[in-house]
């Protein structure tokens, strides 16, 4: 099967980690999670992504992530592993490692060290000419500071075949819109964030790597579908009706980063994920009360009460 015949579906959620009291994983918490996802609307999983607090995580965590979430979801939804930095030569090894424990690869685009335009294009195909798994490249310029060229992104999907997709969140439609034309018809874009899905389904994305999934699956579920259904009107209301709780989760002036809103609301729901390890610290109470008047306008999904049982 060709690598671009994988089908991730059109909600994929980035699943955040929960940790214990003590600050350590629980996976017993992830696996619940996960399955919570899936049932709620989700098609697939990122783990360990920047949502998943990715950089504080050891290899040894995210490798036990990797097959914790595999095993929790069996054949009902795929992993998507962000085995990936700013090293190439750490890509390539964590991916080998994580083998047969993921269906997929999130490659960011490498932060820090702020690669050029070809640095970026020779550092995705090496990652992907080392696996056979299907790449999804993922272009997120407010967290990395170098935004990734629709003409690398073209150049990535046209030459590598296991580079599948981006997970595309920069903010400029027309840069979108410039991918849409130039990329093969079996390359797929998901919106990397929840608030503009709708806009870039409309320029022909496919879905979303969505954060508030973890709490209204459902209704994005529905919004995507009837988006790709072409019922634009229906879904267009969906999505004015979805802004607030997206924006409440990425407020645009706050001292603190996701996911520490989403990790919130989690909580504030009653599934317990814990805390955040530094340097990410929690959402502050005028926050998290404005959070949880957010919430209750809305039909959240079901997730699990019990906690660390």
């Given amino acids: 099967m060709a690598a671009r015949d994988v089908d991730f579906g059109r909600l994929i959620t980035a699943m955040v980690t929960p940790f214990d009291k003590s600050g350590e994983v629980d996976y017993a918490q992830a696996a619940r999670l996960a399955r919570a996802l899936l049932d709620n609307g989700t098609d697939s999983i990122v783990v360990s992504g920047t949502t998943g607090e990715s950089p504080t995580l050891t290899t040894e965590e995210k490798l036990r992530l990797f097959r914790t979430v595999k095993e929790a979801i069996g054949g009902r939804g795929k992993v998507i592993g962000g085995t990936c930095n700013y090293s190439t030569r750490e890509s390539i090894e964590l991916t080998h490692e994580a083998g047969d424990s993921i269906d997929g690869v999130l490659a960011v685009v490498p932060y820090y060290n702020n690669p050029p335009q070809e640095g970026l294009y020779r550092h995705f195909r090496a990652i992907a ?3 056979d798994l299907p790449c999804i490249v993922y272009n997120v310029p407010s ?13 990535l999907a046209t030459d590598v075949p296991n580079v599948v997709g981006i997970k595309e969140a920069v903010d400029n439609l027309d840069q979108v819109a410039e991918i849409v034309a130039g990329v093969p018809a079996d390359f797929r874009i998901w919106s990397g964030n929840d608030n503009d899905t709708f ?4 320029l022909g994305a496919c879905g979303v790597v969505s954060v508030a999934s ?10 995507v579908e009837r988006t790709a259904e072409g019922k634009l009107k229906e879904a267009a209301q969906m999505h004015l009706h979805l802004l607030p709780i997206a924006k409440a989760l990425f407020p645009p ?23 955040l390890r530094l340097p990410l610290i929690e959402l502050p109470e005028a926050a998290q009360t404005k959070l949880k008047d957010v919430l209750s306008t809305y039909e959240t999904d079901n997730l699990p009460v019990a906690a660390h049982v």
């Fill in 129 to 131: 000419e080392h696996t």
């Fill in 143 to 155: 967290r990395t500071v170098r935004n990734m060229e629709a003409a690398t992104t073209i150049r």
């Fill in 199 to 202: 806009l870039k389904m409309c």
């Fill in 214 to 223: 973890h709490v209204v699956g459902r209704q994005i579920k529905r919004m």
């Fill in 253 to 275: 002036i706050s001292p603190v980063a996701s996911p520490s809103a989403i990790k919130s609301a989690l909580n504030l729901l009653g599934f317990d994920v814990g805390g």
